[in-house]
C-alpha cells in the first residue's frame, strides 16, 4: 500500500479521523501528568458511589508501661463526607476544518484540552486551599485554625501571623513583599509549628517529618526561592533553611492564589497521610460525535467531551501551617 493510501486510511480519507484525535488526546495526557505538588499535597482514594464518607478515629495508644493491667483506650470519631461532582469539557470542530487543517491547530487544541485535563486536580486543590480558612475539615473547625483541639492535644493553631518588622534579620521588606531573610524566618516558624503538633493521645504526629512544601503566590515565589535556595541571604548571614542537613524544604508559586498577597502555606509531603483528599470516581475519558455521527451529518461538525467524576475535601490540618505576615 502507498503512502498516500495509508494516511488516506488511517484518517478516513477526510481529514484527521476521530479514532486519531482521541488517541492524541489520550497520549497528550500521559506526557504532561500535570503540576507535581498535587500528589505531594493530596492522597488519591477511589470511588463507587455517589459520595464517601470518611472516618477519622483519632490515633492509636502510646506504648506505656504495664502496671496494673491493661488500659485499653477508646477512640475519638470524625469524619467528613465528599460528595463526587460531575465535570466535562467539550470541543467543537468544523467538519471542513477537521479537513483542511495544515496548521497544526486542532493537533493543537487537542494537546491544550490534555493540559487542561490535568491541570485539573490543581484547579480544584487550589480553590481549597484558598478556601481553608472558612473551610470545615473533619474535626468542624476550620482547616487553617487557631484553635484546633482533639482529645489530650489542647490547643493547637495552624494558622500562625507573623510580624516580619520585628524579625532580626539585616535587611528587611514589607510584608507583602518580604527580603528572603524574613521569608526563611517565616517558613522556618511554620515548620517547627507543624513538626510540634501533637495528636488525641498527646503524642507528636510530625517528630519524623523531614520534607516540606512551602506554597506561595506568585508575587511571593521569588523571596519564597530565595529563602530556600541561597546558602546565604543578602545580608550576608548563612541561611538556616539551606545549611541545614536535617531538612529539605521547596517551594512552588500557585497563580491560582491570587488572592493572597500576604499569606503561603507550608505542608509536610513525606508523612504516609496527606492534608488533602483527591476523590476520583470516574478517570478523565474521551467521547466522541465523529465522523458519520448524526450530529456531524446534520451540523456538519464534530464534538469531542472529556468527562470525569471527582472531588476534593480535607485531610490532615496538621500537615500544614498557613503564614500571615504582618507589619
Same mark, same amino acid.
Not at 521588606?173 to 510540634?196: F, K, R
Not at 513525606?270 to 475519558?285: A, C, H, R, Y
Given at each position: ?47 463507587? %458511589? ?20 491493661? !488500659? ?5 470519631? #470524625?469524619?467528613? @463526607?465528599?460528595? #463526587? ?9 468544523? @467538519? ?20 487542561? @485535563?490535568?491541570? !485539573? ?10 478556601? *481553608?480558612?472558612?473551610?470545615?475539615? +473533619? ?37 507583602? $513583599?518580604?527580603?528572603? *531573610?524574613?521569608?526563611? !524566618? ?6 517547627? %509549628?507543624?513538626?510540634?503538633?501533637? $495528636?488525641? %493521645? ?5 517528630? #519524623? ?22 546558602? +546565604? ?27 493572597? @498577597? ?53 485531610? +490532615?490540618?496538621?500537615?500544614?501551617? %498557613? ?5
Amino acid at each position: 500500500m502507498g503512502r498516500k493510501k495509508r494516511e488516506e486510511t488511517e484518517m478516513g480519507g477526510k481529514g484527521l479521523s476521530s479514532r486519531a484525535i482521541i488517541g492524541m488526546y489520550y497520549a497528550a495526557l500521559e506526557q504532561d501528568p500535570g503540576v507535581k505538588w498535587v500528589g505531594d499535597l493530596g492522597m488519591t482514594i477511589p470511588s463507587d %458511589q455517589e459520595s464517601e464518607e470518611y472516618k477519622w478515629l483519632g490515633m492509636a495508644p502510646a506504648m506505656r508501661e504495664f502496671i496494673g493491667g491493661l !488500659h485499653a483506650k477508646g477512640l475519638r470519631e #470524625n469524619g467528613i @463526607t465528599i460528595k #463526587n461532582k460531575e465535570f466535562e469539557a467539550t470541543i467543537e470542530f468544523l @467538519t471542513r476544518d477537521m479537513r483542511r487543517d495544515k496548521t497544526g491547530q486542532i493537533t493543537a487544541r487537542i494537546n491544550e484540552l490534555a493540559a487542561r @485535563t490535568n491541570a !485539573h486536580w490543581a484547579k480544584l486543590l487550589s480553590a481549597l486551599i484558598v478556601g *481553608g480558612a472558612a473551610g470545615i475539615c +473533619y474535626d468542624t473547625l476550620y482547616f487553617f485554625d487557631t484553635t484546633h483541639d482533639e482529645g489530650d492535644s489542647g490547643s493547637q493553631s495552624n494558622q500562625i501571623t507573623i510580624d516580619v518588622s520585628d524579625i532580626a534579620t539585616g535587611v528587611h521588606g514589607i510584608y507583602t $513583599d518580604p527580603s528572603a *531573610g524574613e521569608m526563611s !524566618h517565616c517558613i522556618l516558624q511554620a515548620i517547627a %509549628q507543624i513538626i510540634g503538633f501533637v $495528636d488525641d %493521645q498527646g503524642e507528636p504526629m510530625n517528630e #519524623n517529618a523531614r520534607s516540606f512544601l512551602v506554597m506561595t503566590p506568585i508575587s511571593l515565589l521569588p523571596a519564597a526561592q530565595a529563602a530556600v535556595s541561597n546558602l +546565604y541571604l543578602a545580608s550576608g548571614e548563612m541561611n538556616t533553611i539551606v545549611s541545614s542537613p536535617e531538612f529539605s524544604v521547596k517551594a512552588v508559586g500557585n497563580a491560582r492564589l491570587s488572592s493572597w @498577597t500576604e499569606r503561603f502555606m507550608v505542608a509536610r509531603t513525606d508523612g504516609s497521610v496527606k492534608p488533602f483528599i483527591l476523590q476520583t470516581e470516574v478517570e478523565p475519558s474521551m467521547e466522541a460525535l465523529g465522523e458519520g455521527s448524526e450530529y456531524e451529518i446534520q451540523n456538519k461538525k464534530q464534538l469531542y467531551t472529556v468527562f470525569a467524576s471527582r472531588n476534593v475535601g480535607y485531610g +490532615y490540618w496538621q500537615q500544614t501551617c %498557613q503564614v500571615i505576615m504582618t507589619a
